[in-house]
Structures are given as structure tokens and as C-alpha cells.
């Protein structure tokens, strides 16, 4: 069965750090990009950070490049996020998700978010 | 920075009816690289639809993803009571860089 568990949530302080994980399991790990999606109490959706099945690339959203880092283990099969310079905008349940890389008509290298975490609550607060 | 706007943003139906959700880009999406998530509370997001009209593995032929350039539609052809919630579409726009839209949510009338 293909999984993925995130851990690491929790209340932190304004300027504080936190890292997540999610232990993936029910695939090849190491062929996959992988995701992390956030969703602040009540409100939408939102891309927070993507890495290459390597490692070798990663790419984040605006508000959060500098600040959050994300990383992987494929021996351990495992991604992570480290968070740092926490803000109270930043509190929001994390989903982990691998990246579905999909062709569209003749042109290949679209993404979509094909298997989830169940999330991992965030909050930060003083 | 291409912007994704779903409409409506609460659509209310019996079972049994036909939902038709609209997701608009401010800007055209480039080969068609829009997929529709389904969100229930308490619940992670489910991938429905990839390219615009691919449905993912194990989703109905009930739901269907149509359109192209900027507007884009998930179309659910015979509501059952476990389709209501809330849907999300998402622009992949290389570099990578992924946006989505503001939902919309699928109430019982």
C-alpha cells in the first residue's frame, strides 16, 4: 500500500524553527519528485516546495524561499522540511505528496499531486 | 504571476444532479497543465483530474475535466452523497512553480 506519514507539527514561538518528516512507504521513493502543500485553519491550498528525485533541485514559493528548506533521505525513504524564522501567517496543516509528472497532448513535464499525507499540524504562536 | 479564480464559490445541488465547476486562469496554462483535487473535512486533498482531462486511477466516469487556455471545467455528471466537498484546481507553470485555486465548495441542497 502506498503511504506517506508526516510528523514534526506542533506549537512553536514567533521566530522559532520546526522540521518536519514524512516517511514514505509503497513505492520507489528515490524515482520520485516530491511536494509539500499547506493549508492555513479554513482557507485553501497552497504549493509551499518541491525537490528533484535526486535531491539536486528544490524550488519554494516566495514566502518561504530563505527561510524553509526542503530535503530528502531516499535510503530511509524519506523527505523532510526544516522550517526557520516561524511566523503566525506560516501556521497551517502540512501535507507531504508525491508528484504525479504527467504528458499533456505531445508536451510532456506537468505536475499534479497524486498521493497524500494526512497532514501534520503547524501552529505558531506566542 | 498567473492567478487561478473558481466560480462559484458554493454551489448547492441534490444528489443526482449535474455540477458544473469553473476554474479561470488570468493567463493561459501552458499545454493544459491543470488538475482538480477534491477535499473533504478533516481529510488530505484527492487527485481527480491531471492534463485537464485525465481522470487519475480509480476515479469515476462520473467526473469529468474539460477545457483549455483559461477556462477550464470539472464537470460531475450524477452527484452521489460522498461528492460533496470541496474542490481545488491547480496550475503546474514550470520552473517548477504550482498555484491554485481559491476552492469551491459542493453542498446538499
Known amino acids: 500500500e502506498v503511504q506517506l506519514v508526516e510528523s514534526g507539527g506542533g506549537l512553536v514561538q514567533p521566530g522559532g524553527s520546526l522540521r518536519l518528516s514524512c516517511a514514505v512507504s509503497?513505492?520507489?521513493?528515490?524515482?520520485?519528485?516530491m511536494t509539500w502543500v499547506r493549508q492555513a485553519p479554513g482557507k485553501g491550498l497552497e504549493w509551499v516546495a518541491n525537490i528533484k528525485d535526486d535531491g539536486s533541485e528544490e524550488y519554494y514559493v516566495d514566502s518561504v524561499r530563505g527561510r524553509f528548506t526542503i530535503s530528502r533521505d531516499n535510503a530511509r525513504n524519506s523527505l523532510y522540511l526544516q522550517m526557520n524564522s516561524l511566523r503566525a501567517e506560516d501556521t497551517a496543516v502540512f501535507y507531504c505528496a508525491r508528484i504525479l509528472a504527467y504528458c499533456s497532448g505531445t508536451t510532456c513535464g506537468g505536475e499534479a499531486f497524486d498521493v497524500w499525507g494526512q497532514g501534520t499540524m503547524v501552529t505558531v504562536s506566542s | 504571476e498567473t492567478v487561478l479564480t473558481q466560480s462559484p464559490d458554493t454551489l448547492s445541488l441534490s444528489p443526482g444532479e449535474r455540477a458544473t465547476l469553473s476554474c479561470r486562469a488570468s493567463?493561459?496554462?501552458?499545454?493544459?497543465?491543470l488538475a482538480w483535487y477534491q477535499q473533504k473535512p478533516g481529510q488530505a486533498p484527492r487527485l481527480l483530474i491531471y492534463?485537464?482531462?485525465s481522470r487519475a486511477t480509480g476515479i469515476p466516469d462520473r467526473f469529468r475535466g474539460s477545457g483549455s487556455g483559461t477556462d477550464f471545467t470539472l464537470t460531475i455528471s450524477r452527484l452521489e452523497p460522498e461528492d460533496f466537498a470541496v474542490y481545488y484546481c491547480q496550475r503546474y507553470g514550470g520552473s517548477p512553480t504550482n498555484t491554485f485555486g481559491q476552492g469551491t465548495k459542493l453542498e446538499i441542497k
Open positions: 493567463q493561459s496554462v501552458s499545454s493544459n497543465y
Open positions: 492534463g485537464a482531462s
Open positions: 509503497g513505492f520507489t521513493f528515490s524515482s520520485y519528485w
